[in-house]
């Protein structure tokens, strides 16, 4: 039977993204059982660090819908890499007079490290760096010219008259015209969302000089939308299940009329042309290219995992189920364009869902790491338990409207909730057969009553808080595990073993080794969430995290404990 390590393929420190060295972590499982499913997760800029905004918008959410997968024996392969030719990139190159690679290269391991940090589990994190990368991009954008959906067109585009060059889409910022926000990019509006081109912008300027650019013809090649729009029309018809802010805003974004995009630039930055009928100086520009970074993701981990086709039983396979985590700036991107180049390149499976989330708000200002709203995630790493910080932003993501986070938030959220009820759970029952029953699992007797009753209550509140994970509802499955938590504390403090022990130790033992078969289940249920602790809670009951049941821990089982789970925080924490 063939096998994989699931786990963050990872670069060595210091080592090119172009020519990474591999490092895997993780537990192996079986890539034939269950059913295949893809966990695309959106690809940030190697232009600074990562805020808590984009762990709670993309990065966390898919991860949590990882773990759930392989805990339910699926074939889970999740891909993600630095978007390595966005525009930021080369902005930031030139604030800092280096190359762009030089920027990449500088970020891309931090983003590695970031991910061990917080418990984020790739089974790939490339970047589009790669020569893999390129030839897949240059074999989409072939197939799609051979199909007639890549026309070249001579166009006009902003040329800054002081820096002699022409502008990136990113390079233009001027004012919004649909709702007058005075920031708006060339690409797109983060305010109000919507997909922009440069000249429709009001009162244009250039982001490299501030010079109002001029109009220049030049000739590009064309993704023809256009032809697409009503295979993609009838393929988004038929999707169910997805939020309705996604299908509400790529149904009307299709219905409005999609237009042809140019898809090259003049740039000296990014994945060259296969082809030189344009000439000289022309790049496939990132907004194409970036997405194709699943695809090449793929099938570069299928190529390092020595089964080169490996990747096809998640792109061309119908019983395959494919998930795209992104925020919703990048809806667009993910139900109409990579959807429509996926149909006019033929035989690869398009996406089951894309479960975008909201913004994540601080202040009420949306997180922006150009706009240096939000603190960076490594600033709370370096303060919080890694569980600590992925349950404080669990219970806030963003699914169906942006959320409000602040520090005092976070700190209240893990001390009121997490420690109050589920530490505290814990720590408890650990330290009563710690102290009254040698640190052993005490007999639990045939459970009848309230003691069947509870455990009745844990499968199937597991069972809740899985159906509620594969339909992408996080915030509300990592609630159902909390209730379950808070009915076996509720089932404590009724039995009151703490007491009964001084007068039926048999009691005290029965109603402690429930409690234990209680935290086994809930263990499971918020494994995804909770990682770290979860892996030390296993080894201590002696169960293991790759099955999505509650496994009963044996009666003498010797039960290794020292120390709470998760460490109170001072209200100035995060000062």
Request: hydrophobic residues 40%.
């Amino acid at each position: 039977m063939a096998s994989a390590t699931v786990g963050r393929v990872t670069t060595k420190t210091g080592a090119s993204p172009a020519s990474q060295a591999t490092e895997t972590s993780g537990s192996t499982v079986s890539r034939e059982r269950g059913r295949p499913v893809l966990v695309a997760v959106a690809w940030p800029y190697a232009n600074g660090m990562p805020h808590l905004g984009h762990i709670a918008g993309a990065y966390l959410p898919a991860d949590i819908f990882a773990r759930y997968q392989r805990l339910a024996g699926n074939q889970v392969l999740m891909v993600s890499g630095s978007d390595t030719h966005g525009t930021p990139i080369t902005v930031r190159a030139d604030i800092d007079g280096v190359s762009p690679a030089e920027i990449v290269n500088r970020y891309h391991p931090e983003f590695l490290r970031i991910w061990d940090d917080i418990g984020i589990s790739f089974d790939l994190f490339t970047s589009t760096m790669t020569d893999n990368h390129r030839e897949v991009a240059q074999d989409v954008f072939v197939r799609l010219r051979e199909a007639g959906y890549i026309v070249p067109e001579e166009t006009v585009q902003f040329f800054d008259p002081q820096a002699g060059r022409f502008l990136p889409d990113r390079y233009v910022v001027g004012t919004c015209p649909f709702c007058a926000y005075g920031e708006a990019r060339g690409d797109q509006c983060e305010n109000c969302g919507r997909t922009l081109d440069p000249d429709i912008l009001l009162d244009p300027r250039s982001k490299l000089t501030g010079a109002v650019p001029e109009k220049r013809a030049t000739t590009h090649f064309f993704l023809r939308l256009s032809a697409l729009a009503d295979d993609l029309l009838a393929w988004l018809e038929t999707r169910t299940g997805w939020r309705r802010h996604v299908m509400n805003w790529s149904l009307q974004f299709v219905k409005d009329g999609l237009h042809d995009r140019a898809i090259t630039r003049d740039l000296d930055w990014g994945v060259p042309l296969p082809t030189d009928e344009l000439g000289p100086g022309k790049r496939i520009y990132v907004w194409f290219e970036a997405v194709i970074g699943y695809l090449s993701a793929s099938k570069e981990w299928a190529a390092r995992s020595g089964d080169p086709d490996a990747w096809r039983q998640w792109w061309q396979n119908p019983d395959a189920a494919s998930y795209y985590f992104v925020g919703k700036d990048n809806i667009p991107f993910h139900t109409v364009i990579w959807p429509a180049m996926l149909i006019g390149y033929g035989g690869l499976e398009l996406p089951t869902d894309v479960p975008a989330n909201q913004y994540v708000t601080f202040g009420g200002a949306k997180a922006s790491k150009s706009a240096g709203i939000g603190r960076g995630v490594r600033e709370y790493l370096d303060r919080l338990q890694p569980d600590a910080l992925r349950y404080a932003l669990a219970t806030v993501l963003p699914e169906q409207n942006d959320t409000e986070i602040t520090d005092a938030d976070i700190i209240r959220r893990i001390n009121d909730e997490l420690i109050a009820n589920w530490g505290n759970l814990v720590n408890r029952v650990m330290a009563q057969i710690g102290k009254r029953f040698d640190g052993r699992v005490p007999e639990a007797g045939e459970l009848d009553g309230a003691h069947a009753k509870l455990i009745d209550s844990v499968d199937a509140g597991l069972v809740r808080v899985g159906e509620l994970i594969g339909r992408v509802e996080l915030r509300a499955a990592l609630r159902a595990a909390m209730e379950i938590s808070a009915e076996v504390n509720a089932y404590l403090y009724r039995e009151e073993p703490w007491k009964t022990v001084k007068t039926d130790p048999a009691r005290a033992g029965r109603t402690l080794a429930v409690s234990i078969q209680a935290i086994s289940g809930i263990t499971t249920a918020l494994a995804p969430f909770l990682p770290f602790t979860s892996a030390r809670l296993a080894d201590t009951l002696g169960i293991s995290l790759d099955v999505w049941e509650r496994q009963p821990v044996p009666a003498g089982r010797a039960l290794t404990w020292s120390g709470a789970l998760f460490t109170k925080l001072d209200p100035d924490a995060l000062d």
